[in-house]
């Protein structure tokens, strides 16, 4: 393995100048639980490792008083997910925190570390971009904003331009009647990569029985995580009822452009795609007519 | 010993202590393999290869020899060129000069991961950055991958030099480097007059022992030309002879120290590391250790083969087997040995066949080497015998169990391929089974959504016996120290040490078990083919024996008597002809020194065959989920033939564990591997063995039937448990989804698939 530096940076200019600096020499590190195992089987080689944990706005986690929740990059999982106020609003991403490795790997892994390493499987993105998350990225030369949708660009591949990192991931307060999902498939209970995970989100009227809005997102089924965008705007208007469910399934299966490979065929993984969006949605109602 | 003797009582046997070995591995201070740590060690690395079938045209090391930090560089050139010849490993035979070649490649690669070169260097880091700098040129040729490609007539041969033995001709240009064929009776007129006739072809994939420990290596190569070999194995004389032959350095200058190990299954009996690690020590001057990778070992040691079983079966209008057919081909992978022998013993030997034919093949193909793994060859023949029979007893409504007992083989019965069996616990397996609790509570009824299903199978291993050694040496303060040769995988230590605890009239405890090193205790055979308790203990058992007449002895000569009037009752010296006169062990321990002195005995034996081997039944419950075809195990119970349990807690583990590899192969586990011989899936990721939360507590049933070849009827019980579980899977799978699959792995792709069919009705 080809020696590295490790720096610990205390804040986000000193940060991205490193970025900047070394440029593709260098990688942020907030858990470390994707970077160092890509390092030791020299999928790529580093001369710097800038460590976030040391940088206020990297590790804060705040539930707004408007109830909008922002999510800084290198916040691990188990902060998310140990926060009651946060379980309760925002049911989809404490589906992702929880199931993302074992007890060991989410007292480190973080959200942002896992949009950031952009892998279609990754379980954090699909329910950051049903809860409608817009992620902030810093460079040298200055802030931006973007959906979570745009960022992912191809398998292992973000957004971020040279010298830029993420700073934090926002999401609004969810609507009233809202609830959100997320299940993925694996032929075992534990310790596997998704063949297929689907996050929904839904809005319901007042009555809880029509859907006003929803938001599909389909994992390991693409080059990167896919908002289905023909399958959420299907669902406005409908009722909320089984039949409604399989269609959207139906819809969201034709969204996905999966490959075969050793996790899953192209057939298992386009009918996967209808049964979790089916399963998925069925419990996103039923945590939305929790929710009032 | 016969049948209707009554059973012995023990007071140690049967019983329930705490591992000796216990403390050490909770507190982590056993040392395993890769825990050897010696002044001035360095570190070895090994390149491999990319390509599965290629030839070596140049290597090219200078580069890695002038970086710093490097001490050692290494190829074939530095291996002498040993002769073909039989490599005689206890259980296994291999050949010398194929051995060679696996262990350091010579002109030719033949799988992905061959080791080309190695080096030395003063650290991990550093061993590896110099493997890069070695330089190899390759002309690659076209892998053999699929059997078929393998045995195709005009198919690219992989050894020029193979000879092949077909049904005793010697073939030249061939990858069949054996076709064995066992025939009994008339299987073709059998079959024409038999009412049901069902024939099948199953093929299941090559799957890993997936043991938690890497291969890992120390030598010291001495300038007195002494070596010494720390390692990881089952097999310590093994190690030597191998490393002897594969050296040429005389066998007595080798010491092999076994350290702790943490799982084998079969899989650390071949040699990989030990003489690689040899070589760089001898150019070093220092000793070298060398340590694989999870990568290093999917691709490159020896998993159990994979292969392709047809098998026929006809029975008369009552479920009466009238014969039996089977061909079973395996991929042995780059060099030949792929357990057919062991495949023929036991694919109907669960059953009385009159009638009976089996073809084996075994098949050199471009993979990593296949080793033993736990039962070698059996789990994959019964997978197809077990699950035909499950078929069957579909199309003739029978109850499997009902077709089981009116078929079963029992003392007296010919095995298909000959030996006929002393007596054996079938039968009595199937009853236990039947009279459990599962297999009497009604099966939950399957939803909309979720399919569940039952299904049983057999299967059989025979094991081995062999040559142990195990010396007791009585200490002053009447505790005993017993040394054995045998790595102590599965709690054999503590069995061994209870068995002379019976004998010797003590406590388990008082008995302080070791494993030596070669040096150290009489020739051992390895630890395998269930062989260590059984054979391990009867040595144990000689020794102790030999032990106690020494003290009586002992004690003869303290009373002044003859030593024909003493006895040994109940852990007490008495004496016949003074009956105030008794000695406990340890009051006649602490007189030795007045009496002669120390008492150290080694009793050796060599254990013919392992009386009649061990057989079992397995039931289970599946359940699965229609949507997505995933299975979930909902109740396991395995029961088998221990003879006499020793320690029942590690007999219960042996049966779980056996039971979980099933599961696991049955399901989940295989090498997806590329059109060009590379395995895909070569990590614990996606190498999808089951996990704790995957499997159910396995509930267990020992049955007992005396081994009539053992001195406490002991049977060796280690590799059965892994038999039965996929056939097992395989019929409750089908009774949940009403759909036959015949290919591991059954996973919830090919599930999904064949409930399609269904629909379909193609
Ligand atoms: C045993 C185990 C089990 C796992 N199980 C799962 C699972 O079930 N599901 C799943 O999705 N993943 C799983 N993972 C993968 C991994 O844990 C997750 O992807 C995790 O969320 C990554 O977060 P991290 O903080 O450790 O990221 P890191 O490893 O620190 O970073 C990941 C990548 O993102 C980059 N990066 C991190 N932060 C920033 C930033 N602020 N700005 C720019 N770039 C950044 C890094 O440079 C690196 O390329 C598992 C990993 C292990 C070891």
Redesign the pocket.
């Given at each position: 393995m080809h020696p590295y530096q490790y720096i610990p940076a205390t804040n986000i200019t000193e940060a991205v100048s490193l970025l900047a600096r070394y440029g593709p020499r260098a990688?942020?590190?907030?858990?470390?639980?994707?970077?160092?195992?890509?390092l030791r089987g020299e999928r790529y080689e580093l001369d710097a490792v800038v460590d976030?944990k040391a940088i206020p706005e990297?590790m804060a986690l705040t539930l707004a008083k408007d109830g909008a929740l922002s999510i800084g990059?290198?916040v691990?999982?188990y902060q998310v997910y140990e926060d009651e106020a946060i379980v309760a609003a925002f049911p989809g991403i404490i589906d992702?925190a929880s199931?993302?490795?074992?007890i060991?790997?989410q007292s480190?892994?973080?959200?942002?570390?896992?949009?950031?390493?952009?892998?279609p499987?990754?379980?954090?993105i699909c329910p950051l971009i049903v809860h409608s998350g817009v992620v902030t990225l810093t460079g040298v030369g200055g802030t931006r904003t973007m959906l979570v949708e745009e960022f992912t660009t191809g398998p292992g591949r973000?957004a971020?331009a040279h010298g830029?990192?993420?700073?934090k991931i926002d999401l609004p307060k969810p609507a009233a009647h809202f609830g959100a999902a997320y299940q993925r498939f694996i032929p075992r209970n534990e310790?596997?990569?998704?063949v297929a995970g689907v996050a929904s989100a839904v809005t319901l009227d007042a009555s809880g029985q029509k859907i006003e809005s929803a938001r599909i997102a389909l994992a390991s089924v693409g080059p990167t995580p896919i908002f289905a965008k023909k399958a959420s705007d299907f669902l406005a208007g409908q009722p909320a009822t089984e039949e409604t469910y399989a269609k959207a399934g139906e819809v969201a299966s034709t969204e996905a452009t999966p490959i075969s490979d050793m996790r899953g065929t192209i057939e298992q993984r386009h009918h996967l795609v209808g049964v979790l969006t089916r399963r998925t949605l069925a419990q996103a109602v039923q945590r939305a007519r929790g929710n009032s | 010993m016969t049948t209707t003797e009554k059973p012995q009582e023990f007071k140690v046997v049967g019983t329930r202590p705490i591992r000796h070995d216990g403390i050490d591995k909770v507190l982590g201070r056993a040392v395993y393999g890769s825990d050897v740590r010696l002044a001035g060690m360095i570190y070895g690395a090994v390149l491999r290869s990319p390509y599965a079938h290629a030839k070596i045209t140049k290597i090219d090391t200078s580069k890695a020899e002038a970086m710093p930090g490097v001490f050692a560089v290494m190829s074939g050139k530095d291996m002498p060129l040993v002769a073909s010849g039989a490599l005689d490993l206890g259980e296994t035979v291999d050949d010398t000069a194929f051995t060679s070649d696996r262990v350091m490649a010579h002109d030719k690669v033949v799988f992905k991961g061959h080791p080309v070169a190695a080096v030395a260097a003063i650290d991990q880091n550093t061993g590896l950055e110099a493997l890069k700098l070695i330089e190899v040129e390759y002309e690659v040729l076209k892998p053999v991958i699929s059997l078929e490609d393998a045995m195709a007539p005009g198919a690219v041969v992989i050894h020029e030099g193979l000879i092949g033995d077909d049904l005793g001709e010697k073939v030249n240009n061939t990858n069949i480097a054996v076709h064995n064929r066992s025939e009994f009776g008339d299987p073709e007129a059998a079959f024409a007059k038999s009412a049901t006739v069902l024939e099948r072809t199953f093929i299941i994939s090559r799957a890993h022992q997936g043991y938690i420990e890497p291969h890992a290596s120390t030598a010291f190569w001495a300038p007195d030309g002494k070596i010494t070999v720390w390692t990881t194995t089952q097999a310590p004389f093994g190690v030597r002879k191998t490393v002897s032959a594969l050296l040429e350095q005389p066998l007595s200058d080798i010491k092999v120290i076994p350290t702790e190990i943490g799982g084998g299954f079969g899989g650390k009996i071949p040699v990989y590391l030990e003489p690689v690690a040899a070589v760089l020590s001898k150019k070093a001057g220092r000793p070298v250790k060398i340590t694989m990778d999870r990568r290093a070992v999917f691709e490159a040691s020896g998993p159990g083969p994979g292969g392709t079983i047809k098998v026929k079966m006809g029975v008369d209008d009552k479920g009466k087997i009238t014969a039996a057919t089977a061909d079973i081909r395996y991929g042995a992978g780059a060099y030949p040995g792929a357990s057919i022998n062991p495949a023929t013993a036991g694919i109907f030997a669960c059953y009385e066949v009159p009638n009976v034919r089996i073809d084996s093949y075994d098949v050199v193909i471009n993979m990593s080497k296949t080793a033993a793994y736990r039962a070698p060859g059996t789990p994959q023949a019964t997978f197809a015998s077990e699950t035909l029979v499950g078929e069957l007893c579909e199309i003739i409504g029978m109850s499997p169990m009902d077709f089981h007992l009116l078929n079963v083989s029992r003392e007296g019965t010919r095995r298909p391929d000959g030996p006929v069996f002393p007596r054996i616990g079938n039968e009595a397996c199937l009853e236990a089974i039947q009279g459990s609790e599962h297999f009497k509570s009604t099966l939950e009824p399957s939803t909309e959504s979720k399919l569940r299903g039952r299904g049983m199978a057999s299967g059989y291993w025979n094991g081995i016996g062999n040559k142990s050694s195990v010396t007791i040496n009585v200490n002053e303060d009447g505790l005993v120290s017993l040394i054995e040769g045998n790595p102590d995988i599965g709690g054999t230590r503590t069995t061994i040490a209870m068995q002379a605890a019976e004998i010797l009239g003590l406590p388990a405890e008082d008995v302080h078990p070791a494993v030596g090193d070669t040096d150290s205790i009489g020739y051992s055979d390895l630890t395998a083919g269930s062989r260590t308790t059984y054979a391990t203990g009867t040595a144990a058992i000689e020794a102790a024996k030999m032990v106690i007449d020494e003290m009586k002895k002992r004690v003869a000569m303290i009373w002044e008597t003859e030593y024909g009037n003493i006895e040994h009752v109940d852990g007490l010296f008495v004496s016949k002809v003074a009956p105030d006169h008794k000695f406990t062990f340890k009051e006649a321990a602490g007189k030795l020194g007045q009496t002669g002195g120390p008492v150290a005995m080694t009793g050796t034996v060599n254990v013919r065959g392992s009386g009649g081997g061990s057989f079992g039944t397995h039931l289970v419950d599946v359940e699965v989920d229609r949507d997505t075809g995933k299975v979930e195990i909902l109740r396991y119970t395995a029961a088998q033939d221990a003879g006499k349990a020793v320690h029942p807690s590690y007999v219960e583990g042996q049966f779980q564990g056996g039971a979980v590899q099933g599961i696991g192969w049955a399901l989940n586990e295989e090498y997806y591997t590329s059109d060009d011989g590379v395995m895909v899936n070569s990590t614990f990721?996606d190498y999808r063995m089951p996990t704790s939360l995957d499997v159910p507590m396995i509930e267990t049933i020992i049955v007992e039937v005396a081994n009539t070849n053992h001195p406490f009827g002991v049977r060796g019980i280690g590799e059965t448990s892994i038999v039965p579980p996929a056939p097992a899977v395989a019929n409750a799978l089908a009774n949940a989804i009403g759909v036959r699959l015949y290919q591991t792995p059954m996973n919830p792709g090919r599930i999904l698939e064949a409930l399609a069919t269904k629909k379909t009705g193609k």
């Open positions: 990688r942020v590190m907030a858990g470390g639980t994707d970077l160092l195992v890509q976030a990297l990059a290198a691990p999982c992702a199931l993302i490795g074992g060991q790997v480190r892994a973080s959200l942002g570390g896992n949009l950031c390493n952009a892998t499987s990754a379980d954090g973000n971020l830029e990192m993420l700073v310790m596997d990569i998704a | 990721l």
